[in-house]
């Protein structure tokens, strides 16, 4: 994802279309409820116990609200980012644990 982003930026910039990439983490979402509603009655486990194991190995302890990540894109659509290119925002409370 970063090499096409990287890539993508330098060959677009000079028409002034800014790339940028949101990879969110696990987000407290409608499918995600699904998912685990899914699974609860699956492996016939508590749906909050399902909920509480997917949180487990989350650094903060939480899922993000869907309101954290979209604070996100509006800002990166918005005109305070109008020098931003080529960028890979990793909003996963550092879930992904290698380097860009």
Known sequence: MLGL???LSN???PD???VKV???GFTHTSRLEEQAKWKAMQTREPYEEVTIDWQRD???GRMARPREIDDLVVFLAS???SYLTGAVMQVDEGLVRILF
């Open 22 to 24: 949101v990879c969110p």
């Open 11 to 13: 060959e677009l910039a």
């Open 16 to 18: 002034g279309i800014l």
């Open 58 to 60: 989350i650094y903060i």
């Open 5 to 7: 982003t990287k890539t």
């Open 79 to 81: 005109e305070r980012a």
